[in-house]
């Protein structure tokens, strides 16, 4: 597989993908987050998180997805930051949050009560959490508050391609300033294919127009320019879900060769929240929840989170006696 | 255009979408309800809502989705309701829902306040919502429980393409026996095109195989079966959504004739939420929102529910007579 030149694809994000208004605030505030924490002797972890949209009309209607509820970012967010990381969190819009995705399951007026009656003075009843139906809400609201008092988390919104593609870039361009102690967690479930926009027709689909016949490009692989360009000196993981087994190794093997990037997590959809291979040159290490760590509630990301800080922190010793 | 073979949309929905396996179950609660509702003296409406995930893959990564936060369904159901209609809301799983919707635009953490410290005896403080970040909270909570209380609202889910079809057809047979106290307002963006089960890749598909070529069937329009055969006495509503308002009313216009049922409100994406055009054999009247209307927070749902349960009642009433 040959590999792909920098230079065009740092091109062709320019030309073929249109550039998010706000990228150049998004850009500064991310510098000087990572600045900041820096500083303050924190790691700083960008986590990619959530599906992309890929638009099939330029006035859409329609589009392309990949699955993803964001579930793996949302949580490894809350882990690194229990480790002592700042959390750049890239996710797409609506996708599961960190702290948040607990309260994801149910509707949550299902656990508000009014107490007390409006009193014809302006004050209303005061509405409080039914405790049995979020059994720990108190706790999950006290770290999230601290998190927000510390700004330990500073959240970007993504919906479609094109916005993640250059977000990812500006975020890999502000990480830079502070060398080895960036990480890259690139979770998101991002679109291998896209329409460029001189393809793609203005107006919704007709279908009365009869079957549709899509073709669609292949989406420029940017984690090359990443590792190599935008933030060469960063401990970078990527991720590879597979719905095979029997290709995974050899993909987050080939991966790596092409990469050369630090680590790759690799998934099977149907096992990929009990079950994670992390793939890194010289070593392959699977992590396992078994039945009754799940029957515990404990969540894999833990496991993950766990492994990456220790390879992190392997990794920046290791360039101090270089 | 020729009118659809109606055996042949029954047959392929058979043969080439997967039947939900609780089909039986919810036919049978949607069937109670009805029942229920119409012998206590309401009309019952089954609302569609939100876009419908059409899998590329049947170990599905990736899906062809339609636009739709299903915030025209939500916000209507509210209004039926007042209108005193028991709705069945039929909508995409995480799609805006009634009542709650006027919290998604806020993360809920962002809303809610311990007060009181943990006594060490297992009782920890309570979590009250700060009125002044939601400052309907007590009005929309009250609205939704006394909803709840009386059962006003039947909430079903779907996620797919297949999941929608079978769900809808369901919904009509058991709307059928109470025959034009039946509405049927179908606002979800139901996709044109999908890759049938039989040319449907298992496997996730690989990008390394180079650039992507879709061929997408076209759905059945199972409006035509709807109207002609599971639920020929109800009074029908489809939504017609386009991007280009110089084809909006022929074909709305010609979606009547064609499906031969009561209304067709047709909308275009940029306007939606301030001008609709409903469309009738006979009439087409515009409902239209002022920018003074829209700073007073009111929503064109209110009218176009008013337009349609006008139209219900007077539909109900010429029945009488024949």
């Not at 706790?139 to 970007?156: A, G, H, S, T, W």
């Not at 960036?182 to 203005?202: K, Q």
């Not at 050899?250 to 680590?263: C, D, G, I, N, P």
């Amino acid at each position: 597989m040959a590999e792909p030149r920098i230079s065009s694809i740092d091109g062709r994000l320019a030309e073929e993908f249109a550039v998010p208004s706000h990228i150049e605030e998004v850009k500064g505030k991310m510098s000087a987050f990572a600045t900041h924490h820096a500083a303050a002797g924190h790691r700083v972890v960008l986590i990619t998180s959530g599906g992309t949209k890929v638009p099939l009309e330029s006035r859409t209607v329609r589009f392309l997805d990949n699955f993803s509820s964001g579930s793996r970012g949302a949580c490894s967010a809350e882990y690194f930051i229990e480790s002592g990381y700042a959390v750049i969190f890239l996710h797409r819009h609506r996708s599961l949050y960190p702290y948040t995705r607990t309260l994801s399951t149910i509707n949550i007026l299902d656990a508000l009560q009014v107490r007390g009656e409006a009193d014809g003075a302006g004050n209303f009843g005061e509405v409080v959490v039914n405790q049995q139906v979020l059994p720990n809400i108190t706790k999950v609201l006290k770290k999230y508050q601290e998190v927000k008092d510390n700004r330990l988390l500073l959240p970007i919104e993504f919906t479609t391609l094109s916005e993640y593609l250059h977000l990812l870039k500006a975020a890999a361009q502000a990480l830079s300033t502070i060398g080895n102690k960036a990480m890259f967690y690139l979770a998101a479930a991002v679109s291998d294919f896209y329409i460029p926009a001189s393809e793609m027709p203005e107006h919704k689909i007709q279908s009365s127009d009869g079957p549709l016949q899509l073709s669609l490009n292949m989406v420029p692989k940017i984690l090359s320019p990443l590792v190599k360009d935008w933030a060469p000196q960063a401990f970078v993981i990527s991720f590879k879900l597979e719905t095979d087994a029997t290709i995974l190794l050899e993909k987050a093997r080939r991966a790596l060769s092409t990469y050369r990037h630090q680590v790759v997590v690799a998934n099977i959809l149907d096992s990929r929240r009990g079950y994670v291979l992390v793939v890194t040159p010289s070593t392959q290490t699977e992590l396992i929840l078994a039945q009754e760590d799940i029957q515990n509630k404990l969540e894999i990301e833990e496991r993950i989170v766990s492994n990456l800080t220790s390879a992190h922190s392997k990794f920046i010793t290791e360039q101090v006696g270089l």
